[in-house]
């Protein structure tokens, strides 16, 4: 199913979120926005997960920046598609940006689909992209106050990578305070510690991964 | 000096930061907006440099945060005059967030205002809140790729912190490759490495503060 955008879509954020809700929806794609700081460390995630997961699964990503199309080429060096978008100074992508941007994939030959959003805690949150899920990334070295600082990325998000935790002899955070903060603002919400870098705990963010899809899987 | 705000200047951020500046100006107060990613360590870095010149120097710090006291709270702590402004949500703060905010400090009274902007590497840097200086910190765990993939924010700012060097050891973060891409992109910015938790570095940004502080000094 190669898409063919009306641009009737692009006026307004929601109908935009809905028109790629549903060409997800019919083409059994899983999506997953990652939202999270600049650095917390999604692309080097997004390349773990493309290798973990590439030898079952079609992967796409779609990589959000201000500038640069470093992330896209980092991603397209593993062999998955991946097409940028730059925001030219925006602080998060939106429904739009992701509309006119599916039509580089073909859905059908698309398992999963990545987007990694702008490196920022606060605007990404707010704006539906048409995805299944919504995930943070939250990095050791950020410090134990970013839950209770940045609630609406937390509230808005049902799981969280806590990422870099091959740093936590180094530095003071504290797991369990952040499961406890995160419980506060949002009941339902995940924590997976994991280390892109040493690949502790990515296993358990693999099979999260896999069993999101079974539940959308294409045929 | 205390200042009665005129509503007028609510309506528009240059009038209201232009309304700031003649008062920073008038009251000879060096006020300085420091910008950064959630978790680069702003606070921290904040606390030890009211430590360094709290004997010598009357400060103030406004303290921008979507939620919580926390960070006001920390400065205060260290008897230093701390107002916390909380955006609700909003990515940054604005020069009339600001403007309202004086209204709380006798400026006859501060002699080196330091605003500590919201967690974002992004809205922030397209603010002017009628401050002399803008600086960017940038920490060592975020990565190389942040000056290329966020120029907005180092073409704007005039002096980056680089933080946590400490960490230096465990990271692949490059020190020469940061200075030459904050000098592609910004020939004016110089960058300081510093480490707020074992202070090294910490005398080349006070003296830094103390040479901006005595082109606007107090008679």
């Known amino acids: 199913m190669k898409v063919t955008l009306n641009t009737n879509v692009l006026t307004n954020n929601n109908v935009a ?7 997800f929806t019919n083409s059994k794609t899983l999506v997953i926005n990652m939202m999270s700081s ?21 992967i ?13 080429d980092r991603i397209r060096a593993l062999g998955a598609q991946a097409v940028q978008i730059n925001t030219h100074g925006g ?7 992701v509309a006119a941007t599916l039509q580089e994939f073909n859905l059908d030959e698309i398992d999963i ?25 939250l990095s050791v070295p950020e410090g134990n106050d970013k839950i209770p600082k940045y609630p609406q990325m937390f509230m808005r998000t049902e799981l969280v990578l806590l990422n870099k935790v091959d740093l936590l002899p180094y530095l003071d955070f504290d797991v369990p305070t952040a499961i406890e903060d995160l419980t506060a603002i949002n009941p339902e919400s ?15 963010w693999i099979t999260w991964v896999e ?9």
Request: proline content about 3%; glycine content about 8%; hydrophobic content about 35%.
């Open 38 to 58: 600049p650095g917390a460390g999604k692309t080097t995630l997004l390349e773990e997960t493309v290798k973990a997961l590439s030898k079952k699964y079609r």
């Open 113 to 137: 689909l990545f987007i990694e959003n702008v490196g920022n805690l606060v605007c990404p949150s707010g704006y539906d992209l048409g995805q299944q899920h919504k995930i943070a990334v």
């Open 60 to 72: 796409g990503v779609i990589e959000g920046d201000l500038s640069t199309e470093i992330d896209a």
């Open 211 to 219: 069993e999101a899809y079974a539940s959308c899987a294409k045929q």
């Open 91 to 97: 602080c998060h992508l939106d429904a739009r940006m």
């Open 17 to 23: 979120a809905q028109y790629n809700r549903d060409l």
């Open 190 to 204: 995940k924590l997976i510690p994991v280390s892109a870098r040493t690949k502790e705990g990515l296993d358990n």
